[in-house]
């Protein structure tokens, strides 16, 4: 439905922005003036301990100013309740007293027959709620029982029977005065083609109800009750009601613990739903049984920003997860992605949390995995690497899934991330291949170390070098943010100079670089020192006599994991470190060159430079200082594992 700017007009003049955001945050006392219209609190869209979430009662408008967050009272509803924008008009029109328009009469008569349609699934729940209560519903019970599930949990989701019988709904229904063509439009009965009777689509199951956004029952999933009954879980088919791709089980009821928790739960099935749900993890649902559509992956979106798809740990569950990879893939977005966890063989929601509680459960989803990890373990589990045509084939398959995602900015970080990624694997392989193929149980850092080291020549840059390198290796994004800088770097070393250009040769020509190719053109001393920074930035140089190289002893704090922002800021840091080097060596060259002759022009160069130095000098201990700061915070909040510095040079 689409409405015109003055309904909207009308609705926010009435409602106040500030009224509306109160029920999700608490006001700054210091920094709010209601009486200026200006309220300040901490933002409900990222966590954050001082308040930069901004309303404007006078603009109608709210602003974050740490996420970017902003919009009206609209957009609010919609981004913290998950309501769609008609929705959410709804709901504050009616708060406002703002009568809505009337719907065009087409309209009118398609939501006259939905309500009708959703009348007669509300009947048929009825029907089946009593039969389950009834003599014919005793096996259904004591399958329930069986299950563990109890009555609040069986009134809840209003479980019901239906009997094993051609007709039994359907002569309920006619006694209601239902007609058949609306049972039957409503997915209750089956008409065959051959011109027999219709019949009941659900017999001898245990039925759940499926419900809508506004808790309307608007179709049904049945189980099986019969020892050869096939299939075993059926669903009600597509109707006006019901699109099987567009909804999610549970959702009504999930909405709001997902908003409240920042975390939404996916499982395949809905009893696995509806077990966890009674052992108190509200903020979960289900897909039911259907490979994940874009619309459902939109909705979730709605309901938390990285979703926990939880998928049996089986062939068929691995399965199922890499059909989702490829549905989430195009419609990927800035912060929004999804996580995965693989339960243990055997193993679905239901059982898990059973045997082991809501403890067990979390212990388990713990280990989820995020999709970047998912993604990259499908391909490579499958890969043969051995030629450089199979290593090709892989680079391409990336390619190719990556070039799906619509969103320019998630499609370059996951092209950068995945090439860097490429280029430590094939690095790996392109020396086991030279060195005669790793031997079982080898050091996979044996005879690196110390072998690049002697071709490095140690200067008082090296640490500096090597840590900005390294960087750039673990966090593409540092090196593609800053990459004239990083280009242009004053470095020392040949060899670091070599490992710098290939990395930007990967940047420069994302789309179309070749991994296999750049490192087969390599020489054998600038393999050797890829490689070792391939070993010290992955983490896989844990060996005392390796310690040098770690990128985490040379910058102790990654090790708490700090904030993107304060890696990036560092990063910076140690660019203007290098920089500021350089220039001193330059100003020492052009003093050593004035110890023979000095003119007019060299004497304003000396000062000039004598001048930009200082002012570098007192940037960096600036920069340096506010560093440590932060850094001392980022200990205190998640032990560093005592690091005592910004970085070691």
């Known amino acids: 439905m689409r409405f015109e700017p ?8 009435r409602l106040p922005l500030s009224e509306i955001v109160a029920r ?12 200026k ?14 308040p930069s979430f901004h309303v404007d ?8 100013f740490g996420c970017g967050a902003s919009g009206d009272h609209f957009k609010f509803i919609t981004e913290t309740e998950g309501l769609s924008f008609p929705e959410a008009v709804e709901r504050l029109a009616d708060q406002a007293g703002v009568a809505l328009p009337a719907p065009d009469p087409q309209a009118a008569r398609r939501e006259q027959k939905r309500a009708s349609l959703a009348d007669i699934c509300e009947m048929a729940a009825q029907f089946f709620e009593a039969q389950f209560a009834g003599p014919r519903g005793e096996g259904a019970r004591a399958y329930v029982q069986k299950r563990g599930l109890t009555p609040e949990t069986l009134r809840e ?17 006619k006694g209601r005065g239902v007609e058949e063509p609306a049972m039957i439009e409503a997915g209750l009965l089956i008409k065959p083609d051959d011109a027999r009777p219709s019949y009941d689509r659900f017999r001898g199951r245990l039925m759940i109800p499926i419900q809508d956004d ?15 009954g096939q299939p075993k879980y059926l669903n009600s088919p597509e109707t006006p009601l019901f699109h099987k791709g567009a909804m999610l089980f549970n959702a009504h009821r999930a909405r709001e613990p997902a908003f409240k928790s920042g975390q939404a739960l996916v499982v395949e099935g809905y009893m696995d739903a509806i077990a966890l749900y009674q052992a108190g993890i509200l903020h979960v649902v289900a897909s039911l049984g259907t490979a994940f559509t874009e619309d459902q992956i939109l909705r979730l979106w709605r309901f938390a920003p990285e979703p926990m798809v939880c998928f049996d740990g ?8 890499h059909r989702a990879i490829d549905r989430i893939f195009p419609v990927l977005k800035s912060g929004y992605s999804f996580q995965f966890n693989f339960l243990p063989d055997g193993m679905d929601p239901d059982d898990l949390v059973k045997q082991r509680g809501v403890e067990g459960f979390w212990a388990e989803a713990e280990k989820s995995r995020n999709l970047f990890d998912v993604v990259w373990d499908r391909e490579i589990s499958v890969a043969r690497l051995d030629t450089p045509e199979r290593k090709a084939a892989l680079e391409k398959r990336f390619d190719d899934l990556i070039g799906t995602i619509r969103d320019d900015r998630v499609k370059r970080r996951y092209q950068l991330d995945l090439k860097f990624k490429l280029s430590n694997l094939f690095f790996e392989l392109s020396r086991n291949d030279r060195k005669g193929g790793k031997k079982p149980g080898a050091d996979p850092s044996a005879n ?5 080291r002697e071709r490095v020549a140690v200067s008082d840059d090296f640490g500096i070098e090597r840590l900005v390198l390294g960087l750039c290796m673990r966090f593409p994004d540092l090196l593609d943010r800053n990459f004239e800088r990083v280009s242009g770097l004053p470095l020392v070393n040949e060899l670091h100079i070599g490992v710098r250009d290939a990395l930007c040769r990967i940047v420069d020509d994302l789309e179309t670089a070749a991994i296999s190719d750049l490192i087969a053109s390599f020489d054998d001393p600038l393999r050797d020192v890829m490689h070792e920074m391939v070993l010290e930035t992955i983490g896989l140089q844990e060996q005392k006599q390796a310690e040098f190289y770690a990128l985490n002893h040379r910058f102790p704090l990654l090790k708490a994991n700090p904030p993107e922002d304060f890696v990036g800021a560092a990063f910076l840091h140690f660019l203007d470190v290098l920089e500021l080097n350089a220039l001193e060596e330059e100003l020492q060259s052009e003093l050593n060159a004035a110890d023979d002759q000095i003119d007019e022009l060299a004497w304003q160069r000396i000062q000039a430079l004598t001048q930009d130095l200082t002012r570098r000098r007192e940037e960096c201990a600036r920069e340096e200082g506010e560093l440590a700061e932060r850094a001392k915070k980022i200990r205190s909040n998640g032990d560093a594992g005592g690091a005592s510095q910004v970085a070691a040079g």
């Open 57 to 64: 009662d006078r603009r109608n408008r709210y602003k974050c």
């Open 37 to 50: 219209g200006d309220y300040w609190a901490c933002c409900p869209f990222h966590q954050e301990k001082s």
């Open 6 to 13: 003055r309904l909207l007009d009308e609705i926010r003049a």
């Open 24 to 35: 999700r945050v608490t006001w700054d006392r210091r920094k709010t003036q209601p009486g």
């Open 448 to 452: 690196v170390i110390g072998l690049a």
């Open 214 to 228: 506004r808790g309307r029952v608007v179709a049904f999933g049945g189980r099986t009750m019969l020892p050869d």
């Open 314 to 321: 089986d062939a068929a569950g691995i399965s199922a997860a």
């Open 157 to 173: 989701f209003r479980f019901g029977f239906a009997p094993d019988s051609r007709d039994a709904l359907k002569s309920h229904l």
